[in-house]
């Protein structure tokens, strides 16, 4: 039984309540912003050493991160029920800090605004990362928390608002976070470029970072921007002169967190695990690819490869394609091979709408788009992610099934973490044979060496598949960036953090003089080198890098053109580029015929998967995948198939998200069995 209101205990509770909350007693919220900032700081840094040394190393970034929760806490005077008020307004920075905390135990980059935005993408691989019982705990600490601040609106005292004291207190500390900014600006303990995320909540703290992210969007205006300076820009770009006569198809493979693992400082193996990739290396044109995030945050890789745009000209954290891209089209290496008159594919081994990929690749220039969904006959690791193996069959059928040259941009996803604590190599396997005593980080990096291995085998069997076709062809592989485990401690790669490589290999005799080929690359400079090295000289984008990659004002001028095609009046460009009626799946997917026995009815045709759901007379039905050619339908007790029905299969993702949905099949009288 609980306590009447009269005893004791309840009376000194309400007490101390009375006491800490009442408006009079303002210190009580300087005193509960410290301890919250200091909290979620010791959150971010796995460490209570680390949260409290932030206060003494930075204290500039310190009192600015404090600054900002103290000024979300105060608006809790102007409301009766302060107790709930107060809580409600703790819980979000409580819900940060350690959503943070959790985040970096799988990855390297910390929590940022946009990842807000990536929950439905990141609902269905969660499994991955957490138990079934972990993800029904946070369920339920989430349901609790909301409950608990419901109730208290209800049975916490009562207060009188102070909105004298608010309207005192308030502009009064938001002077002094400007004033605090101002400083720790002028004396280099804050700043809002963050070229490299994770160092920036490292030394400016996570709060300020976090409130950055959720502000700082897109390309900034640049210093004397003007219509004449485009003019200017463009007037001095190399000519636009036509492309040869006989193209080459080009082929981009981005390999989800590959590396070599030969570069581990002071680990062995038991053998080479990638001696494919290292021979390929060898052979053909290789160099070092500087690339934007590490451990995670693929799509900003993939945009900078595309677009050849710089993301760090973006906001802090910003995923492009989840902010202007939503809105806006511009050039992409798919869009001038697309001029060029190749056809355009983007192949992904994993959940077509995962980063909205599906909602975002037309306004990038794609005319097909075969996902997860679509392959035939795919196979996973043991941690559920698709085998990059299956992309050898879709690259080769993009490729035959033209009669044109084509683009085909492959993103891989075998080596995605999480890395598992106990794994156990099979006989035969690759296998760290010294270097790493910790068994934990061990086991993250003999799975990860079986998944480089396997992917390994990918890169020969592509490679050794293109070199034999009849078709001039450009392949390139290209790591999207370094693993989380790239930062365990102790483990040391003798590249940089933000560096992965790359390979351009030919089927035929090419020039590389003049270009950058062979050396260094940024992600945003490998389209513009590669359609140098095939004399393509089509899009501003494309001619922009060949022409001012030596100026001494490069990125300045690369930010005026980001901002004018994206954010002013888009006048680089001849006119707007025009989303693509993208196609989903690189085998059209047909009903031929349908069929009813005493329990099911059976729906044939062509390149059905586990994907593939019946639809009839427009509502979905039940659907049991037998195989590539064959559906069936558990039988109701009012089904029949009549003359007129119409059958048609619709793919959905495993959230049952809508991708397409073929054209729909006319029952003809007499098929009813």
Sequence with gaps: MGRPAGHPAGRWFRGVATALLNCRYLPFYFLLALVLTVTVECLARHSVIGGFAFIFASPLAFLTNYGIILLTLLPALLFRHRVAATILLVLPWLTLGITDCILLLFRVTPLSAVDLTLITSVASIITVYLKAWQVVLVIGLLVGAVAGVVILFFKSPRFDRRLKLFAIAYPTTAAALVLIIACGFGVGQLSDHFPNLTNAYSDYGFTYCFSMSVVDKGVDKPDGYDSDAITDLLDDLIPNEPSPEIAPNVIFVQMESFFDPNYVEGVTFSENPVPHFTAIKEQHLSGALYIPVIGAGTVNTEFEILTGMNVNHFGAGEYPYRSILTQKTCETIAYDLLASGYRTHAIHNHEGSFYDRDEI?????????????????????????????????????????????????????????????????????????????????????????KQFSEMDAFIRDLYEAVMALDEPTVLVFYGDHLPSIARDEGIIIRTGEYETEYVIATNFDLSTEGTLAGGPLYAYQMFPTVLELIGNNEGVMNRFHRTYRDHKDYQDLLQQLEYNVLYDDCSAYDRPYEPTDMVMGGRPITVTGCSVDEEYIYVTGENFTTYSHVIINGRKRKTEFIDNSTLRVPLGLTDSLEKFDTVAVRQLTVKGEFLSECQPYTVPHGDES
């Design 361 to 449: 690749y037309p306004g990038l220039g794609f005319e097909n788009f075969t996902s997860l969904e679509y392959f035939l006959d795919p196979t996973f690791n043991i941690n559920g992610w698709a085998q990059d193996a299956i992309l050898t069959d879709e690259i080769l059928h993009r490729l035959t099934s033209t009669e044109e040259r084509d683009f085909v941009f492959a993103v891989s996803v075998q080596g995605h973490g999480r890395y598992p604590d106990e794994y156990i190599p099979e006989e035969g396997d690759v296998v760290v044979t010294g270097g790493i005593e910790d068994e934990a980080i061990l086991s993250h990096y003999n799975y990860l060496i």
